[in-house]
């Protein structure tokens, strides 16, 4: 497939120019194109998940490689991985039903099998697997710890060596259909990135109030379509937009807000502490929400949040489902962020005439980066296209989209 | 002296404000500017207690009226005969002894005096400032104010066709009912004959003012049409010509309980004369009618601008950009306000003077010139009357930009000053004392204070470290320069923020000085901030709450080196303390212009506004100068009276004012 070889290449160049920004627009790239490569995979006669598992974790990793800071490309190949794993696991009991069904004299063998590669099968075994696919510990697996539940882990997680040898001969049959079935499922997928703002959106109304006053920073658009609903279910209120200099987000969002009839105050970051006091919400659009419940946003959040939590105001974070990363972070400010050319702070060779280079002058560093780290302890609620949830709940969320196997790719 | 202390002190109490002039005139005379808007307090003005002080207190300006070389010299002499005049300095010694004298004896003849007096000196005034209508108001209001005293009912018939006194009926129209509430209850006086022969010598000088200003005023309305900005002015100057025949009405509704008790209709008059040159700092903006009045005084054209942020209306809002051509071009046509503190007002307009302490210095430089050609006029008492012109003087300066709180501090020092002097001193020797006192002030309060505070801070500063600053501050600057002078190893990190980017003259400032920078916008503040150990900031006020008042974004910095527990330093003048509290930025704040915010740097043209977008009415820019910092962010301050936590400030400014007053 030099076709799909090349369109990845192509996207990863992208990705490290930077010229795709936007986790929205960065994940919906990210999942057409490994639609296209889970298509272009030709999938072997046995094995086939394993196979669409290796070849999308491959391009994958180049991706994460091409803008590690760009969470969404990390998530949306976490996602696609998962939904292999789903759809082959629910293959593979439906198929399994069907053999305990027909080959009722072949289950002495399973087992034996079982007994040999797998000694030490437990309980606790068992509950671990359940987690690892992410199916709901059901009590009923809980208690039977039965050769059915016990094939889960078998199939799904390790190859299936055995299973190739024992059912190769009902594979022709669902050989397409798995690959249909992913297929299927990544449409999915990209119909909910697509349509996160209006699932985030229509929560707004129970959020805004008559009159409120609404603070938020960067350029969002779930924050825009966020207000616009409430906007059009005849509530009004009033925004102050923190202009976010150097890369002026907000001014960009304020006249989207404006166009759309919303009475906006663009105010400097410098003043977000001084009005912050007679603001009522402060919402926010994420970058990524971190498995703890911490949000990575545009630069100047974290003051915003800090104000926030001084005045008691309520911090309220946007997030697509894209957006949740299954990582903890370690120190995000730094290794989850990323310093962009200071010539948006200062003109290139402004200020060349007071540095002579030599021993003993002066020196000028700029700092300049992207993203800013909010630690869960100032997040008042997540608003997600589920519903809103609580940042210690997130966690949670995050367990039931991404499979554990591939939490570290 | 002591009696008018005792007279002030409930005002004083009630304005704690900066710039209350601890003086009695202006102080008693704030009443009736009060009482305007609201009945309740009219009817304290005219109470027996309130009333009599400030007539014992006024009669002292009534004798020495002429502050204008007017025709009429001679008949003033003639008429003041009756009551004592002495030099200004042996004047004072008088008050205290001939009040009641002065108060009985010597009336109408001063009154009437008064009133002529002040028409004449109008129209001299129009004749220069032409395209000034902001101070021609002021001055007819002067004018209405001291004009309908005497014998209104006898003059009224000869005077009503003339422009002239039109125009002061429409000025006066808000004042005069005021004056009736005041007035009423008083005997009535009769009006001499020197008065009407007063009258109508006034009268005829002023016909060929009159018309030039009828032209004046035509060629206004014609601007104003033609600008079809201020829809309110256009028409208020268009209604002042044809205003003869519509106007007439009202004023003489008004003016017919007037003809009663001349007198204390003039001392009110006086007074108001003397409260219209009292700067009101706290002025609110969203107060129209006040608003309304404070422009018609006003020296500086302002437009207001028409897509005010609704939070801050009580803050003034203008349109930018169009007072300065209109000011400079005035520059030798405005004689009431001395070139030097013209030439400051000008600079603070333009931005050409920023920084608490440069605005201060440059203000009390022009005062000290301004003292300097000072005459008192005859007949005047310097106290009084330099009091006065500062007020004056202040009052323009505010009009420019407001003033921040330290030059209200210094301001007040001032007037503290000239209250002071020892009556025994001559005119020459008062000028030369002042002025050595405001050259102390500068030296002790400003540039020794910034040397003991570097000396101070220099102390906290120790090798290895990295200093954090935000903005710019002088002081900070000159701490930074001279550790890395005494060569201390240190690394400085400077924050930015838009619109002013005052942090980029700081930055180039210490890299020539070879300092290694870092440079970054308050948005990076959090990721910067595990760098720092240690923050220095500026400020420009530090209330008695341990509020501190500065540079907006200054709370910013203070609050999340407060979350990552990094001392937070602030260096600050004792002289920039004040009396005041303040928990928020918004009730107390000045706002800067809302282009600075909407222009952005060009490389990001996406995020331009069009012109278009500019003018919706939905979208307002806020540009903020100042925040307040909540005390618990500050770990210490640093002032030249040493490093004290912010619990401190309240003693230190209540020692201060002490020595202030000794000073």
């Known amino acids: 497939m030099p076709d799909v070889q090349s369109t990845v290449v192509e996207f990863v160049n992208k990705l490290r120019k930077r010229k795709i920004e936007g986790s929205q627009a960065t994940a919906k790239c990210t999942v057409e194109l490994l639609r296209s490569v889970i298509s272009h995979q030709r999938v072997p006669h046995a094995n086939q998940a394993a196979a669409l598992i290796d070849a999308v974790k491959a391009v994958g990793e180049q991706l994460v490689a091409a803008n590690p800071v760009e969470l969404a490309v990390g998530n949306v190949v976490r996602r696609v991985l998962h939904i292999i794993r ?223 939590q001084k005045h008691a105001v309520p911090f309220v974070v946007l997030a697509g489902s894209h957006k949740l990363c299954p990582l903890y972070p370690h120190n995000p400010e730094v290794l989850l962020n990323e310093l962009r050319s200071p010539s948006e702070l200062l003109d290139f060779g402004e200020f060349s005439d007071c540095l002579d280079f030599g021993a003993g002058s002066g020196s000028i560093q700029v700092v300049n980066p992207t993203f800013d780290y909010v630690p869960p302890n100032l997040v008042s609620l997540f608003i997600t296209d589920t519903g809103g949830h609580n940042p210690s709940y997130m966690y949670r969320l995050i367990a039931d989209y991404y499979s554990a196997d591939d939490l570290v790719m | 002296m002591d009696t008018r202390r005792g007279a002030l002190a409930v005002p004083k109490v009630r304005r704690v404000g900066f710039f209350t002039s601890i003086e009695p005139p202006p102080e008693s005379s704030q009443r009736p500017n009060r009482s305007q808007s609201g009945p309740v307090e009219a009817t304290t003005s005219s109470s027996p207690l309130s009333n009599s002080p400030s007539g014992n207190l006024i009669s002292p300006v009534l004798i020495p009226p002429s502050r204008h070389h007017s025709d009429n010299l001679t008949t003033r002499v003639a008429a003041a005969a009756p009551v004592p005049v002495p030099g200004p300095a042996a004047f004072r010694r008088y008050l205290a002894q001939d009040r009641s004298l002065l108060h009985v004896g010597s009336y109408n003849p001063p009154d009437s005096l008064l009133g002529t007096s002040t028409p004449s000196s109008n129209g001299e005034f129009s004749e220069d400032s032409a395209s000034l209508f902001g101070f021609q108001r002021s001055d007819s209001t002067k004018l209405s104010a001291s004009f309908p005293n005497g014998g209104f009912d006898l003059t009224l018939a000869v005077r009503a066709p003339q422009e002239s006194e039109t125009k002061i009926a429409t000025a006066s129209a808000s004042e005069g009912k005021k004056k009736i509430a005041k007035v009423s209850g008083k005997s009535e006086s009769v009006t001499t004959k020197p008065q009407k022969e007063k009258e109508q010598k006034a009268l005829k000088d002023k016909t060929t003012k009159a018309e030039r200003r009828a032209i004046q005023e035509a060629q206004r309305a014609a601007k104003a049409a033609a600008k079809g900005e201020g829809s309110r002015r256009a028409d208020e100057s268009g209604r002042a010509n044809p205003g003869k025949a519509t106007k007439k009405p009202q004023p003489k509704k008004e003016r017919l309980p007037v003809t009663s008790s001349v007198s204390e209709k003039t001392a009110v008059a006086v007074e108001k004369e003397k409260r219209m040159d009292v700067p009101q700092t706290l002025m609110q903006y969203d107060d129209r009618s006040r608003v309304d009045k404070a422009k018609r005084r006003a020296v500086v054209e302002q437009t207001e601008s028409k897509n005010k942020v609704e939070l801050f209306l009580h803050l003034p809002q203008y349109e930018r950009g169009n007072q300065l051509p209109n000011l400079s071009s005035n520059f030798f046509t405005l004689d009431s306000i001395h070139h030097a503190v013209y030439k400051v007002g000008l600079q603070h307009l333009a931005g050409d003077i920023s920084g608490d302490n440069a605005r201060c210095i440059a203000m009390l430089q022009a005062f000290q010139e301004a003292i300097e050609d000072y005459i008192t006029p005859p007949m005047k008492d310097l106290t009084m009357d330099l009091t006065t012109k500062i007020n004056g003087y202040v009052s323009f300066l505010i009009e420019c930009r407001p003033l921040s709180m330290s030059m209200g501090n210094a301001i007040r020092f001032l007037k503290n000053q000239i209250r002071k002097l020892p009556v025994n001193l001559s005119e020459s020797e008062a000028k030369i004392s002042l002025c050595s006192d405001i050259g102390r002030f500068i030296d002790e309060k400003i540039i020794l204070a910034d040397k003991a505070i570097v000396q101070h801070a220099v102390t906290k500063i120790r090798d290895g470290e990295v200093l954090l600053t935000y903005g710019f501050s002088c002081v900070v600057e000159m701490i930074l320069l001279y550790a890395h002078e005494i060569g201390k190893k240190f690394r400085v990190v400077i924050v930015d923020s838009r619109p002013n980017l005052e942090g980029q003259k700081l930055l180039r400032r210490l890299v020539t000085r070879g300092l290694d920078c870092t440079y970054t916008h308050i948005n990076a503040i959090s990721y910067i901030m595990r760098e720092a150990t240690r923050v220095f900031l500026g400020a420009s006020s530090i209330f008695s709450n341990g509020t501190l008042y500065a540079r907006v974004g200054t709370a910013c910095i203070a609050m999340v080196a407060n979350a990552f527990s990094v001392p937070v330093i602030v260096c600050c003048e004792a002289y920039k303390f004040h009396e005041r509290v303040l928990l928020d930025s918004i009730c107390s704040n000045e706002l800067g212009d809302p282009d600075a915010v909407a222009n952005i740097p060009s490389f990001r043209t996406n995020a331009k506004h069009s012109k278009t977008i500019n003018n919706n009415k939905n979208l307002q820019f806020l540009n903020l100068m100042y925040d307040s910092t909540p005390s618990e962010y500050i770990s210490m301050i640093v002032s030249d009276y040493g490093m004290i936590p912010p619990t401190s400030i309240p003693v230190i400014v209540r020692e201060y004012r002490r020595e202030h007053l000794l000073l």
């Open chain 1, 86 to 308: 789903e759809e082959d696991l629910s293959l593979t009991t439906a198929a399994m039903g069907g053999l305990d069904l027909l080959d009722a004299s072949d289950d002495d063998d399973v087992d034996n099998c079982k007994g040999i590669g797998y000694p030490a099968m437990s309980a606790a075994v068992v509950a671990a697997a359940a987690r690892s696919t992410l199916r709901p510990p059901s009590l009923q697996t809980l208690l039977e710890g039965t050769p059915e539940s016990a094939t889960v882990p078998y199939t799904s997680s390790s190859g299936a060596d055995s299973e190739s040898k024992s059912k190769s001969a009902d594979k022709s049959s669902l050989t397409r259909k798995l690959k249909h079935d992913v297929i299927e499922g990544v449409n999915q997928l990209i119909h909910e990135i697509a349509g996160c703002h209006e699932q985030i959106a229509e929560q707004a109304i129970e959020h805004i109030h008559q009159n409120e006053v609404i603070l938020t920073l960067g350029s969002s658009r779930t924050v825009l379509e966020f207000m616009c609903a409430a906007k059009e279910k005849k509530r009004s209120f009033r925004v102050f937009v923190a202009e976010g200099a150097p890369r002026y987000q907000g001014h960009l969002l304020a006249k989207e807000l404006v166009a759309r009839g919303l009475q906006t105050t663009v105010i400097t970051d410098s003043a977000v502490f001084a009005m912050i006091s007679r603001v009522n919400m402060v919402i926010i659009g994420a970058h990524a929400v971190m498995a703890n419940g911490g949000v990575i946003g545009p630069v100047g959040v974290n003051m915003a949040a800090l104000a926030a």
